[in-house]
């Protein structure tokens, strides 16, 4: 009888599934940066500036982010002028923000929103006239044999 060699030092060829091939991303994602947001702001649009856009994210709080901070965005090209050192692709500037800032915003859109929504509910509501509501249940009833 031959001699067994034990199972743990049998060795077996991992499986692996075969990587697939995906088309690059038109925007490549930054490593993260605990505490900051990371945003692509628009300057230029088919190759004419867009300086109130700009002008309006980095005041609100949106700051470019240096090329010499993230090397794995690899460019090729000239930069911006407006803004040396920055990452700009397609009429695009990479900017970031502390994760703050976004929370607070999001939470003054989203007052605004219900604010907006309730006066459109209190408007519609308005018109409404008990005898013809304007939101009604629909229910039917089914009764078998006599009902009593």
């Given amino acids: 009888m031959a001699e067994r ?6 060795v077996r060829a991992k499986a692996e599934r ?3 091939w995906l ?3 038109a925007l490549p994602d930054p490593n993260p940066e605990d505490g900051y947001a990371f945003r692509w702001i628009r300057v ?3 190759g004419n ?3 109130s856009n700009v002008s309006a994210k980095l005041r ?3 700051e470019p982010v240096k090329a010499s901070e993230h090397p794995e965005i690899q460019l090729f090209g000239k930069g911006n002028p407006h803004f040396p050192d920055s990452i700009e692709i397609g009429g695009l500037l990479l900017c970031k923000t502390p994760v703050e800032f976004v929370s607070q915003r999001n939470s003054f859109y989203q007052n605004q929103t219900d ?3 309730s006066s459109v509910d209190n408007s519609f509501m308005r018109d409404s006239d008990a005898r013809m509501p304007l939101f009604k249940e629909r229910r039917s009833e089914v009764s078998f044999g006599r009902g009593s």
């Fill in 115 to 117: 604010g907006q929504m």
């Fill in 44 to 46: 230029s649009t088919l």
């Fill in 5 to 10: 060699i034990p199972r743990e030092f049998e």
């Fill in 49 to 51: 500036n867009d300086p």
């Fill in 18 to 20: 075969p990587k697939k």
């Fill in 60 to 62: 609100e709080g949106w």
């Fill in 23 to 25: 088309p690059p991303t």
